[in-house]
């Protein structure tokens, strides 16, 4: 009986092993848990990853606005994730930590400066650092779960991104002239040139008034130097003589007839064959990247045709130091010579720039070293007595000026614009006395003076004028206070191409008159023995009169040079012709 039952049994068992009709719905049973799971985890992860992909969108965006309101930028980024529906956003401040939770965005914004040409890519935002052109914003929140909570932790979701914004502005520094003197000029302009310049008052004038499109300009001298299919800094990055720049000037659209005509007319007589490098004279930034023909949006690039002739000028004299002998054209003068020396300003500051915040332009350094023959009227001092011609050697040195772009700012859009200016004046050195002529244009090495001869004493006896006493003397003077001077341009100033002018002191005085009325005299007795000291009393106002009465053409004559030179006595004249902010973009 028990053997039939496990026969039964084992018969039984056989079967149901032998059956396998329902062995998928057995194994469906028991895997259903593991693939709803499966299915759970892989719902929650796409659902993880598009939420990320979600945050880093609105990370960017928040970014681009921030930096397009870098006087806000918290309100920003909050403002912009609030509207885009990411709930509860905190601002996360320097030092603190906080953790997100659900429904709780926490974000943090860090200003700071941007600098695309740094090598180092973790080093071109540097957190901090002012003046602001850039914003660093991080995220971080816990994203939803829909079904695998309970089987795995919730992760933090972390996205960040960094958007920069470059204004960009054009501006100058120096480039003034106010009042013209033609012959002063011509006899510049040829001694720097070569050739014999011979415009008028009027001409010069024309050039003073007229502005030219500086990237119509470059267009030119594209075709003149052959250069086909490149960038505005390919053309910079070659070499041109003054006259090729002249008739480049002289061919861009727009350019009236009198400034047309006086180009011409130096490009034709100029004899200088010295090749100038061209971004010397013009750094467009980023605008030179674009092919020729392009125009940047929102930025014009506009200057000055006389600033730019007379900076040519300056830099095509490949000596550095011209010779102007104007005879007696100043009034009250017998005879009149110039030596001009020009330093080279520092590397990578040009005259006129189109480029960002923390770009820097320059004059030259300048020395001019005149030597006048004054003519006595009244000779006579008393007893037989008289001055012979009186001379006036005189030194002028003026520093650099320089203007350096510190902010762009548009608080409310284009309108608003404004452009800060930190203007250097050139601080100037004046000299009544004789000068190393040697060490003139070494721009390295300080220059030495010395008493100089500045007139003779004579004894009429009969109808002979007897040498007597010799007189030297020396005089020095200074125009210093050198801080920058903040100079704010806004829309208006832009479009009108506003002159400000930064003064280092008000000069309340003629130059040569400062000079003239700290004169140090002394006098070498010829061989006649007679009082010098009572004679010294007589001389010096003798003298002095005599060279105040030439004070204000000697003036004149110095600051027609200088400013031909693009350099003010103490003085940097700053124009901004155009201004952008630009847009915001996503940079790291």
């Known amino acids: 009986m028990l053997l039939r039952a496990c026969t039964e049994i084992g018969r039984l068992a056989r079967s149901m092993l032998a059956d396998r009709r329902a062995n998928f719905t057995v194994m469906a049973a028991l895997s259903a848990p593991v693939a709803l799971a499966l299915a759970a985890v892989a719902i929650d992860e796409a659902s993880i990853y598009a939420e990320r992909r979600e945050a880093q969108a609105m990370v960017d965006l928040a970014a681009i606005t921030a930096a397009s309101n870098i006087t806000n930028v918290d309100i920003a980024v909050v403002t912009t994730l609030t509207d885009n529906g990411m709930p509860g956003v905190v601002v996360q401040g320097s030092g603190q930590t906080i953790a997100p939770a659900v429904g709780k965005t926490v974000v943090s914004v860090t200003p700071g400066r941007y600098a695309a040409s740094t090598a180092n890519v973790s080093q071109r935002f540097q957190a901090g650092v002012t003046p602001y052109n850039a914003v660093h914003v991080t995220l971080k929140k816990i994203p939803a779960r829909y079904f695998a909570s309970s089987l795995i932790p919730s992760p933090v979701i972390g996205t960040e991104a960094t958007a920069s914004m470059t204004p960009q502005a054009t501006f100058s520094v120096g480039s003034r002239l106010l009042s013209v003197n033609g012959g002063i000029l011509n006899a510049l302009l040829s001694g720097l040139l070569g050739g014999n310049i011979s415009l ?5 004038n024309g050039l003073i008034s007229a502005d030219v499109s500086v990237l119509s300009f470059i267009d030119g001298l594209a075709t003149q130097l052959s250069l086909t299919g490149v960038t505005y800094s390919d053309v910079l990055a ?286 070498n007795a010829l061989g006649l023995g007679i009082d010098l000291t009572a004679l010294l009393g007589t001389v010096k106002p003798a003298v002095v009169a005599v060279l105040n009465g030439v004070t204000a053409p000697v003036d004149d004559l110095l600051y027609n040079v200088l400013s031909a030179l693009g350099v003010g006595v103490g003085q940097a004249d700053v124009r901004v012709t155009g201004a952008t902010c630009g847009r915001a973009v996503l940079v790291q």
């Open 238 to 523: 070659s070499k041109a003589t003054v006259g090729q720049i002249a008739t480049a000037m002289a061919n861009v659209p727009g350019l009236g007839n009198t400034a047309k005509v006086a180009l011409q007319s130096i490009a034709s007589k100029s004899t200088s064959t010295f090749k100038i490098p061209l971004n010397k004279l013009v750094d467009l930034g980023s605008v030179g990247s674009l092919a020729l023909g392009q125009r940047p949006a929102g930025l014009g690039v506009d200057a000055s045709a006389m600033g730019m002739l007379t900076a040519a000028a300056v830099l095509a004299n490949g000596t550095n130091q011209a010779q102007v002998n104007l005879g007696a054209t100043v009034p009250g003068l017998l005879s009149t010579a110039l030596t001009i020396a020009i330093g080279e300003p520092m590397q990578s500051s040009p005259w006129l720039a189109v480029d960002g915040i923390g770009t820097v332009v320059r004059t030259a350094q300048t020395r001019i070293k005149l030597v006048a023959t004054v003519g006595v009227g009244t000779p006579s001092l008393g007893g037989g007595i008289s001055l012979l011609a009186v001379n006036l050697p005189l030194n002028v040195e003026v520093a650099y000026a320089e203007a350096k772009l510190t902010d762009i700012t548009c608080p409310t859009g284009p309108s608003s614009i404004k452009v800060s200016i930190a203007a250097h004046p050139g601080i100037a050195s004046l000299h009544l006395a004789n000068s190393n002529s040697s060490g003139f244009a070494d721009f390295s090495q300080p220059q030495t003076f010395t008493d100089a001869e500045i007139s003779d004493v004579s004894l009429h006896l009969l109808l002979i004028n007897i040498p007597l006493i010799q007189v030297m003397g020396s005089a020095a003077t200074a125009i210093t206070n050198n801080s920058p001077t903040m100079l704010t341009f806004d829309a208006t100033d832009i479009t009108n191409k506003t002159i400000k002018t930064v003064s280092t002191r008000n000069i309340s005085q003629s130059l040569t008159t400062s000079l003239v009325n700290n004169l140090s005299l002394s006098v």
């Open 200 to 204: 008028s008052v009027m001409d010069y």
